[in-house]
């Protein structure tokens, strides 16, 4: 079959460093353009500066990926489905929940794929952890994603900015696996918000979720962090402790520890072209929604402003 012609739309440092090389080592893909006003892509790509300009004069495309940040990727999304393209939206897949819905109905109308991509799921311990689980009874389970903000996102004003989710861009990775791993769904019961005075979203998180059986599961999110960086899930099952660490690419089980070769977006794009290949789509939002409830029903507490 012909490779999927493939536009990236957002020219930042994940595209770089993640879509641009799983495009480029897949070859159910070709990149025939990238779309940024602010950085070029890689050298003998077309490139242009909006997503109007590569519809009109540009080389013909099948699907876009929008890696710009989530506040204005609705109104992208809406052009490329009415154009005919398969979408395949970063993490998160939309500012509000509604706009992914809408974006999730007129793809399924158009006849085309529409993929909110969760890369963490991909990690390589996520897999076997959720096959493990899915045998045991869980008890209570732990997130700690404690990071430092001016290493990880420096100078990314949108993050601060209202739907550009704070400290819950990173932590909406550890819930894309908890979601993915439990047996059973959760939901929030309690949560609190600490906002910087001089910013509009959190910077620390301190949430308690309950799955439907009752196992309580604590976050702690935080973007203070120096020092070693946290990215841990622990869940104590009857079986023992398993616990998922350095974002999901490392399981440890009562047996021992797992090292498998992390290859997330690789295993993103697979994901995206077997979608394509079969008609089908894949918008889930439950990631988004448990950070939606937080900002619904969390206490905000004012701290200290925060400079870069």
């Known amino acids: 079959m012909d490779p999927i012609r493939i536009a990236i739309v957002g020219v930042g440092k994940i595209a770089r460093d993640q879509h641009i090389p799983a495009i480029n080592g897949n070859a159910a893909f070709s990149l025939?353009?990238?779309?940024?006003?602010?950085?070029?892509?890689?050298?003998?790509?077309?490139?242009?500066?909006?997503?109007?300009?590569?519809?009109?004069?540009?080389?013909?495309?099948?699907?876009?990926?929008?890696?710009?940040?989530?506040?204005?990727?609705?109104?992208?999304?809406?052009?490329?489905?009415?154009?005919?393209m398969h979408v395949f939206l970063e993490k998160p897949p939309g500012a509000t929940l509604a706009e992914v819905a809408?974006?999730?109905?007129?793809?399924?109308?158009?006849?085309?794929?529409?993929?909110?991509?969760?890369?963490?799921?991909?990690?390589?311990?996520?897999?076997?952890?959720?096959?493990?689980?899915?045998?045991?009874?869980?008890?209570?389970?732990?997130?700690?994603?404690?990071?430092?903000?001016?290493?990880?996102?420096?100078?990314?004003?949108?993050?601060?900015?209202?739907?550009?989710?704070?400290?819950?861009?990173?932590?909406?990775?550890?819930?894309?696996?908890?979601?993915?791993?439990?047996?059973?769904?959760?939901?929030?019961?309690?949560?609190?918000?600490?906002?910087?005075?001089?910013?509009?979203?959190?910077i620390a998180a301190d949430i308690q979720f309950r799955d439907t059986a009752g196992a309580e599961i604590h976050m702690d999110l935080d973007w203070r962090q120096t020092g070693p960086q946290s990215w841990d899930i622990i869940v104590e099952t009857d079986a023992g402790t398993l616990k998922?660490?350095?974002?999901?690419a490392v399981l440890t089980l009562p047996s021992g520890t797992e090292h498998n070769e992390d290859l997330e977006y690789p295993g993103l794009y697979a994901r995206f072209a077997n979608l394509i290949r079969g008609g089908r789509s894949d918008a889930d939002i439950a990631p988004l929604r448990l950070v939606a409830d937080a900002f619904l029903r969390g206490n905000r507490q004012t701290v200290e402003a925060f400079h870069d």
Do not use: M
């Open 244 to 248: 998922l660490s350095h974002g999901g």
């Open 102 to 202: 809408a974006l999730e109905s007129r793809a399924d109308k158009v006849g085309v794929t529409l993929f909110a991509s969760w890369h963490s799921r991909f990690a390589a311990g996520v897999g076997p952890a959720r096959a493990w689980l899915a045998e045991r009874t869980v008890k209570s389970a732990k997130i700690i994603w404690r990071e430092d903000v001016r290493v990880w996102h420096p100078g990314q004003a949108w993050i601060w900015e209202p739907g550009g989710l704070g400290v819950f861009d990173p932590g909406i990775n550890a819930l894309s696996i908890v979601t993915h791993i439990l047996p059973r769904p959760i939901f929030l019961k309690a949560a609190t918000l600490e906002i910087p005075a001089n910013r509009a979203a959190p």
């Open 32 to 84: 025939a353009a990238t779309v940024s006003p602010h950085h070029k892509g890689p050298e003998g790509i077309p490139h242009f500066d909006t997503l109007e300009e590569l519809i009109e004069s540009g080389p013909a495309v099948d699907a876009v990926a929008l890696c710009t940040p989530p506040q204005v990727r609705y109104d992208l999304a809406t052009l490329a489905l009415a154009k005919g």
